[in-house]
């Protein structure tokens, strides 16, 4: 892929600047946002609703990137439409032809599953991820862009009752409104590297993400071992290509592993780290 070195330089400098994003939107580890306002002072506390969270934690960060763009010389271009990849693309102000798809990802940790977290989704292997020429639901066509971004929250929620959700404060208490968040966790990672071999949130059109937390802050996912261009194959080519099973019969690809085998590749190239999956690697 070009521009190898603006890709790596690009990673550390938006790593380095997501370091401190916690202190500028957390007091005493719990988010600052607390509600929604009115004309008339009163505060409308926000439910822990993930979508609600998502959102406005977006609405939060987004004047930080712009910062951090204006920073390293690049402009920031948002997705025209809703749900179209990525959500923010940074376009090299002297090289345009420099783009980086920054996909904005929050999740909470699964208190059943100490270390793990909900996982989240890494966007569609559909026509545009297909057809890199496309512009079917993305900002730009996948070949143009020189590196994908995963920019991910991991938090923690609140417990909280069902009145406090409902409840309205004045403004003038409104510290005393409990945070439905808390303990921020921010990371950046190439998308394929934190890629489980599955789709996400039920959904076959989306890729899904690892959920182990540890192995998504260090990028190592099903793909780690693999690389991007076998990533790309297998979600190419996923719910597609007809693969034979160990009974001879054939289905539809959903799993890296069987990808292997039919490729004629070595299996060790399987990084097993799909959600809650337990097991050594076996290289």
Known sequence: M????????????LREYI?????????????????????????????????????VLELHL?????????????EIELATHQNWYPDLTFIHKKKPDIKFAVDLKTTYRDEAYPGFCNGFTLGSHGEYFINRKSTKNIQYPYDDYSG???????????????????KIYNIDYIEKIPAVIRDFTFFVQE?????SDKGGSGNTANIGSIQNIHDILNGNGVFAKAGEELFDD????????????????????SSFSDYLRYRGLPACLDNPKAPRRK???RC
């Open 2 to 13: 070009k521009y190898e070195k603006e890709k790596a330089d690009f990673c550390k400098c």
């Open 19 to 55: 370091s401190l994003l916690a202190d500028q939107i957390t007091a005493n580890e719990e988010w600052t946002v607390r509600g929604f306002i009115d004309i008339f002072k009163n505060v409308y506390t926000i439910s822990n609703d993930t979508k609600i969270i998502s959102k």
């Open 62 to 74: 987004f004047p930080h990137f712009l910062r951090f763009a204006e920073q390293i010389g690049y």
């Open 148 to 166: 994908h971004f995963c920019l991910g929250i991991i938090y923690t929620r609140a417990v909280l009752d069902k009145l406090s959700e409902t």
């Open 191 to 195: 998308k394929w590297r934190i890629a």
């Open 234 to 253: 297998y979600w190419i080519n996923f719910g597609k290509m007809k693969v034979p099973d160990i009974t001879g019969t054939y289905k539809k690809l």
């Open 279 to 281: 097991g050594k690697d």
